[in-house]
């Protein structure tokens, strides 16, 4: 009878505790973070059914209720960019507070896609390795990386932790990402928190929720969880969790497992961009995405290419509004299908965002781009834009071809460099051309103001012209900015990825 009483009295006594949860924040919610500026900014965690929850910043009290299954969310006002400020984060059922004594208020990104995301500073070259950890301490640029997690079903939670940009932490991060979140915390003198979400050798169809996915592809009712390219497995594992965090965008390299189906992505890719604002809860969520850099070996003759299909598809995905991309033909290598200068392609994704997402007057921006073709006689004119897709990148008449730089073993590796003396009249490699039979020959082609008049003697009456159409385009069409051309066609054959017609 005794031990009886005895263990109901330990019963009784182990129950509230085991009802009552602490107040625990959400990873991301955690010391060193950046909150995105002029924003409502969420605040959320765990922890008792109805506790009442208040989150004190910059001086102003914020409060919520968990709900029953003790999840909770606090939005507080952000304001300017500043800081270090303390946050304090406390519950009327739980004892003390959490503090944290260094959050930051700037600007914030996603980093995502697949390897040449997840490319770490470390495994660059030796140019991007010094420049990084040259005067890497950056207390104003913070890192998160997001815990791999593929999972069949929607998570709340993830692992990591906020880490300030120092010698010994960027060499393990997302290169482009660094390069991206250095340049514009360099530029725009405000704090930058990135948040890399990112794993090698994944398809679209995994960053993408199960219901922006129905229309093209459904997960099997037996799928397992620890499948990368599973459909939705890692949007359910690693975007999913942090959709609370306000951000101002993402930045996207991805695409290079997807260019077997290079059609199909021309709907995938703006439809993956407009599930991720509507789940962010973000109209205007920034979306500045990477075309593919050449690979494999160089092609002797022309010839349809599923890489170009797939460069294609990005370029038409700048229709949607606050999109940007960065053009690196200039970077690729036939033996590696990672280019290791990252710094560029950073960079780059930089000027579009600074360009397009934060409205500066940047010169430097975009690439040239297609804009139209007309065709006289044994001649095409091809014309291109006077702004990119999404405003920026003046062509206007600085155009100008390059000169192709050779590896010490005499391999291409598409490393280009623009040749400020050239004459207008050079000619420019990359342009191919074809008649009637459809059958296209390299070309002759020469700029001529901001125009280049493309022929070959093979082609008495030309119908299309394509630009860097291959795998491993050798393009030397850039502006004087240096940066190369998009590849492009202006014909609208049926490509090898485009499904056949009965």
């Known amino acids: 009878m005794k031990t009886r009483i005895l263990l109901l009295a330990l019963a009784v006594a182990v129950t509230p505790a085991l009802a009552r949860a602490d107040v625990k924040p959400h990873a991301l919610i955690s010391e060193g973070m ?27 009290d914020a409060t919520g209720s968990a709900d029953a299954q003790g999840r909770w969310v606090v939005e507080v006002a952000t304001g300017n960019a500043g800081g270090p400020f303390e946050m304090m984060i406390s519950g009327d059922k739980t004892k003390g507070f959490i503090q944290f004594k260094d959050v930051l208020v700037g600007e914030v990104w996603v980093c995502s896609g697949q390897s040449n995301m997840e490319w770490t500073v470390n495994s660059c070259d ?12 950056n207390p104003m640029l913070r890192m998160f990386s997001v815990k791999k ?11 990591g932790k906020w880490t300030d940009a120092d010698p010994k932490t960027v060499g393990g991060f997302s290169a482009c990402g660094y390069f991206f979140g250095r340049h514009l915390q360099e530029k725009m003198k405000v704090p930058v928190g990135l948040i890399n979400s990112s794993w090698g050798g994944t398809r679209i169809e995994t ?3 199960e219901s922006a996915l129905a229309p093209w592809e459904k997960a099997p009712a037996n799928a397992k ?4 390219n599973g459909a939705s497995q890692l949007y359910n594992g690693m975007i999913h969790p942090i959709l609370n965090y306000q951000v101002k965008g993402a930045i996207w390299y991805q695409g290079e497992s997807n260019a077997g189906q290079a059609f199909k992505y021309r709907s995938l890719h703006p439809a993956m961009i407009e599930n991720w604002r509507a789940d962010f809860k973000n109209p205007d969520l920034a979306f500045h995405f990477v075309q593919l850099a050449p690979f494999t070996a160089v092609a002797k003759t022309p010839g349809e290419s599923t890489w170009a299909e797939l460069r294609e598809a990005q370029a038409m995905t700048l229709k ?8 690196i033909t200039d970077l690729g290598s036939e033996y590696d299908i990672h280019p290791t200068p990252k710094r560029p392609v950073g960079d780059r994704l930089a000027l579009a965002a600074r360009y397009t997402t934060y409205h500066e007057k940047v010169d430097r921006v975009y690439s040239p781009m297609y804009k139209s073709v007309k065709f006289e006689g044994n001649k095409a004119i091809v014309s291109f834009l006077a702004e990119g897709l999404g405003k920026g990148g003046y062509v206007g008449k600085t155009l100008v071809p390059t000169l192709e730089r050779k590896n010490k ?4 590796s598409a490393a280009w460099r623009v040749d400020p003396k050239a004459p207008a009249s050079s000619n420019v490699t990359g342009f191919t051309i074809c008649g009637k039979d459809k059958v296209f020959h390299p070309a002759d082609a020469k700029i001529v103001d901001d125009t280049v008049v493309v022929s070959s003697e093979k082609v008495s009456e030309p119908i299309a012209v394509r630009y860097g159409w291959a795998n491993h385009p050798i393009c030397g069409l850039f502006n004087r900015d240096g940066l190369p051309a998009s590849p492009f066609r202006t014909d609208d054959f049926p490509g090898i990825t485009q499904p056949k017609t009965k």
């Open 225 to 228: 969880s620890g499948q990368p």
């Open 149 to 159: 997690n593929p999972q069949t079903t929607p998570q709340t939670e993830t692992a």
């Open 126 to 137: 030796k140019t991007d390795k010094d420049y990084a950890t040259e005067a890497a301490h």
């Open 207 to 209: 960053w993408m929720s």
């Open 34 to 60: 950046v909150l995105q500026q002029k924003s409502k900014a969420k605040i959320w965690g765990t922890g008792s059914t109805d506790e009442k929850v208040t989150v004190t910043f910059r001086g102003k």
């Open 320 to 327: 949607l509004p606050n999109t940007g991309m960065a053009v």
């Open 409 to 412: 073993d005499g391999s291409t």
